[in-house]
């Protein structure tokens, strides 16, 4: 969590303290201790574990020691072994705070921050939303490929798939941090996740609400009246096609799955299966792809992902590799 939000209890063993100490108490978390009024005072530099043991038990009274970012290693078993044998003293391990999901993240806006800042990177300094797009597109494809065929993995794959992901984060942390410095309409990151959290809770009133369902068909159903509501709402005109919105932009075997489920789903499936073989009666050499774009559907084979792998299978046999 972030610094000084620590528990009650470690709130009154600090204030109940005769002496407080850490190793370094510029860290983040004792000088958040002092600017609440604790005195914090600095311990031995350098100090090996028994060094720093046997200054911490030949204070007088109650010593508090707030822990290092590393864990102070080795402190433990130091102090467990320099313990007087007659009348030792009480020595408690309080948790000062405990870190609840998703609490990194704020060091990972503080971070970007600090790169965007006057003092900071040069580089981070002068991007704009226009010379971050084609980064995001890259890492996008980037995480996708580290992502396919994930589940079960274990060791390396699972942490490349960490990574990339971390790089897609990076590209929403940046646009947040470039959107905030707009003159006229600025935005942050706060306000991307404010607007995350409220789609999620209206777009899921099956969990947020008194609405029931009876699977996924029924979730992915409500889904798509609860986005087409949201467009009226927002002044946007009703679509008049299955197939308005779909981003032009998208890679074409992707957007032909867009195309096929989209159609599915508004009931004209049959109607597009015949106008592809129409067209490919026609010779329109794209139809041949759309065509196996719909057979794959039908069999629940995601076409995109189907051929990333025969691919990677392609490139390790003709590498000489085993696929």
């Known amino acids: 969590m972030a610094p000084g939000l620590l528990s009650a209890a470690a709130w009154d063993a600090l204030r109940a303290?005769?002496?407080?100490?850490?190793?370094?108490?510029t860290d983040p978390t004792p000088g958040a201790v002092a600017a609440a009024g604790v005195e914090v005072r600095a311990a031995l530099t350098g100090a090996t574990p028994a060094q720093r043991a046997e200054e911490l038990l030949g204070l007088p009274g109650r010593v508090v020691w707030v822990g290092s970012p590393d864990g102070d290693p080795g402190l433990a078993e130091a102090l467990a072994v320099h313990l007087p044998e007659e009348d030792p003293p009480s020595l408690e391990l309080l948790v000062g705070s405990w870190d609840t999901p998703g609490s990194r993240l704020l060091d990972a806006v503080a971070v970007m921050d600090r790169l965007r800042s006057p003092g900071g990177c040069?580089?981070?300094?002068?991007?704009?939303?226009?010379?971050?797009?084609?980064?995001?597109?890259?890492?996008?494809?980037?995480?996708?490929?580290?992502?396919?065929?994930?589940?079960?993995?274990?060791?390396?794959?699972?942490e490349h798939a960490v990574?990339?992901?971390?790089?897609?984060l990076l590209q929403v942390l940046f646009h947040a941090r470039v959107a905030a410095e707009h003159d006229e309409e600025p935005f942050d990151v706060d306000d991307v996740a404010a607007?995350?959290?409220a789609k999620l809770v209206r777009r899921h009133p099956h969990v947020f609400g008194g609405v029931e369902v009876e699977g996924a068909e029924d979730v992915a159903r409500g889904w798509e009246q609860i986005k087409?509501?949201?467009?009226?709402?927002?002044?946007a005109a009703a679509r008049e096609h299955p197939l308005d919105g779909i981003p032009a932009g998208m890679p074409s075997l992707a957007r032909a799955a867009k195309v096929a489920s989209r159609m599915g789903r508004a009931g004209q499936g049959e109607r597009l299966e015949d106008v592809a073989a129409r067209l490919e009666a026609d010779g329109d050499a794209g139809a041949v792809l759309?065509?196996?774009?719909?057979?794959?559907?039908?069999?629940?084979?995601?076409?995109?992902?189907?051929?990333?792998?025969?691919l990677r299978a392609v490139e390790a046999a003709v590498g000489g590799r085993a696929g």
């Open 122 to 158: 040069p580089w981070d300094a002068e991007q704009t939303h226009a010379s971050l797009t084609p980064y995001l597109v890259e890492e996008a494809h980037e995480a996708v490929e580290a992502l396919d065929d994930l589940d079960g993995a274990t060791g390396p794959d699972r």
């Open 228 to 235: 087409e509501q949201e467009r009226r709402d927002g002044g």
């Open 17 to 25: 303290a005769d002496h407080v100490l850490a190793a370094d108490p």
């Open 290 to 310: 759309l065509r196996a774009v719909l057979a794959l559907r039908g069999r629940g084979v995601d076409p995109d992902r189907a051929l990333r792998h025969t």
């Open 195 to 197: 607007g995350l959290v």
């Open 163 to 168: 990574e990339e992901l971390g790089d897609v």
